[in-house]
């Protein structure tokens, strides 16, 4: 007795439409505003990042600074606990899948 072998193949096709909208002078000047003051920002934190790290130097194991006797700056020891995604995936699966969460939101791409 021979045996047949049946092959399905699914194929799908997606669309994905967008709207659109063509800005205006006054839109136009609003994006780039957006896009100038976002690179700013980025700039910004950035140059924060590296005075962080060089006021560090400077204090180095001390915990205040202080100008004419007073506290000009102040370091604070603090603690984040976090939880281990790949690791609770891993060894607890079921666990992982009881208390995964998904938050949508949007993010502006600027080209």
Do not use: C, H, W
Request: proline content about 1%; hydrophobic content about 40%; aromatic content about 4%.
């Amino acid at each position: 007795m021979s045996t047949t072998k049946i092959t399905n193949k699914v194929v799908q096709q997606v669309e994905i439409e967008n709207n659109g909208v063509e800005l205006n002078q006054a839109q136009q000047k609003l994006v780039s505003e957006y896009i100038e003051a976002k690179t700013l920002a980025t700039e910004l934190e950035k140059k924060k990042k590296d005075l962080e790290t060089q006021v560090k130097e400077v204090l180095g194991e001390a915990k205040v600074a202080t100008v004419n006797g007073k506290i000009r700056l102040q370091v604070s020891d603090r603690k984040r606990e976090g939880v281990d995604r790949k690791v609770l995936a891993e060894l607890f699966p079921e666990a992982f899948e009881a208390t995964r969460t998904v938050s949508e939101y949007v993010v502006l791409v600027a080209k």
